[in-house]
């Protein structure tokens, strides 16, 4: 990798903002989720966590910070690149991306058994578009294209760090709201060395989670969580 390379280098997931019609409630529930007190600076397995209100935009999952290793040079290639950037943060196809530097990111806190984020879900429709705005245009590496007929689905499967970006695509069409249409992040997975610890954990502070139940990915366990207060459909993905 040349010098120029690893100066643009997207090297993690170190943020990601949640917008709410109920910010306090939503902010217990990562709370909890993180197996944390209640605290200004809310960080889940070395990563913040951004809780604001909607401001007339829908609830959910609202951005996603990209840990690059210089972030001007990050943003002048993918302004050049022909996307949107406002600042810090990147249009892609409707969704945000905020590049923040590596400097001063949170040490991962061990608390709870979360160690990160293993992937974000960004639902799409269409594909090929995808593919070329995460992957040529944003920076990410294309590792995977794959069609899973069994979940009616494609799934392409971005590098980000130690982190995934997976964008996915219903190959039924259901929900889209047509082709061309804007993209949208619809989920979080985070990574855990121990997934039915953590499951636990969060049955025992009332949340309510599924079974342990084998992940999509060969020799992954996963269980959704299903606290509405969060705002984001959320995976704990460990090892099997």
């Not at 899973?148 to 259901?174: C, I, Q, Y």
């Amino acid at each position: 990798m040349s010098d120029t390379q690893r100066a643009q280098e997207v090297v993690g997931i170190s943020g990601v903002s949640i917008a709410s019609e109920d910010v306090d409630a939503t902010r217990e529930a990562w709370c909890r989720f993180a197996g944390i007190e209640h605290s200004p600076a809310l960080v889940v397995g070395g990563v913040a966590v951004g809780v604001g209100p909607t401001v007339g935009g829908p609830e959910g999952l609202a951005a996603v910070t990209l840990a690059a290793t210089d972030v001007s040079e990050t943003l002048t290639l993918i302004g050049r690149r022909g996307l949107p950037v406002d600042g810090g943060v990147v249009d892609v196809a409707g969704t945000s991306w905020r590049v923040a530097g590596t400097t001063g990111q949170v040490d991962l806190d061990p608390h709870g058994g979360i160690e990160g984020v293993d992937h974000v879900v960004v639902s799409s429709t269409d594909p090929d578009r995808a593919a070329a705005l995460y992957g040529a245009r944003l920076g990410l590496e294309l590792r995977l294209d794959r069609t899973m007929p069994e979940h009616r689905m494609r799934g392409l499967f971005f590098r980000a760090g130690d982190s995934v970006v997976e964008v996915v695509t219903r190959l039924d069409g259901e929900g889209d709201g047509g082709e061309g249409g804007a993209d949208r992040l619809s989920g979080i997975a985070w990574r855990t060395p121990d997934v039915a610890a953590v499951r636990e954990r969060l049955l025992s502070a009332e949340v309510d989670v599924s079974e342990v139940r084998p992940g999509r990915k060969q020799g992954t366990l996963v269980a959704t969580v299903r606290d509405p207060d969060l705002r984001v459909p959320t995976l704990i993905v460990g090892p099997a």
